[in-house]
């Protein structure tokens, strides 16, 4: 069955140092998509980035990398030079082509603190 | 920008009261879904529509009713509230009706206690 697991259930840096978010999932389609967003105190959600499951190749934007290893099952989220603003719950999400409930797949998310 | 509007913001609730809860977007987008989120779990879906007229249940969709009679609506009504609904509703659209390849746009949220 499908299933998304972030261990990693809280984390607390300090301001500039790096920090990467674990994300492993299970899947048995060949295609599927895997998504994360973040979700700042103030409750909403917003989405971050989208890989589809035949594009292996890292993504950067500015401080935010993503390492997407089809090898693992892993899709890592790293922020670079963290900031206080970065301080959010962050959702590893899944979702199968072959899925007609067209569901998304949740991961329990990672509460990522940054100190000042 | 609107995008998805969620009403109301907080609401408290008796338990076997009923209620609705609103979402309304404006991005003329085919899927609409609601979602409770409770502490470790992450999101759980509720109900979805993939268009105006055709709803479906997600994982868990007891104790909610929704409709869809236009586009931009997507009402969530709790038949008879419990304290187990105690929760934050998230209602969510994306573009594609085929969504799993499309990002979620979400509103603001509801929290919702049932005392």
């Known amino acids: 069955a499908q299933k998304v697991t972030q261990a990693q259930t809280e984390i607390s840096v300090v301001e500039k140092e790096d920090v990467t978010l674990d994300c492993v999932y299970e899947t048995r389609d060949t295609t599927y998509y895997l998504f994360w967003y973040k979700q700042p105190p103030s409750g909403e959600l917003v989405f971050l980035i989208r890989?589809?499951?035949?594009d292996e190749q890292n993504e950067i934007s500015g401080r935010y990398s993503w390492n997407f290893q089809k090898s693992t099952s892993s899709f890592n989220f790293t922020i670079t030079a963290s900031q206080v603003v970065d301080s959010a719950v962050y959702f590893c999400?899944?979702?199968?082509?072959?899925?007609?409930?067209?569901?998304?797949?949740w991961g329990a998310g990672t509460k990522l603190i940054i100190k000042p | 920008n609107a995008g998805v509007t969620q009403t109301p913001k907080f609401q408290v609730l008796k338990t076997g009261q009923s209620m609705t809860l609103q979402c309304a977007q404006d991005m003329n987008h085919e899927y609409m879904s609601w979602y409770r989120q409770d502490p470790g779990m992450g999101l759980r879906l509720i109900h979805y529509s993939v268009g105006a007229g055709i709803t479906d249940q997600g994982e868990v969709p007891n104790g909610y009713n929704v409709s869809r009679s236009t586009t931009e609506d997507f009402p969530l009504r709790l038949l008879s509230a419990a304290p187990s609904q105690t929760s934050v509703y998230f209602c969510?659209?994306?573009?594609?009706?085929?969504?799993?390849?499309?990002?979620?746009?979400f509103g603001n949220g509801t929290r919702l206690t049932v005392t």
């Open positions: 969510a659209s994306s573009s594609d009706s085929l969504s799993y390849n499309s990002p979620l746009h």
């Open positions: 999400a899944l979702s199968e082509m072959g899925d007609s409930n067209y569901q998304l797949i």
């Open positions: 890989r589809n499951s035949f």
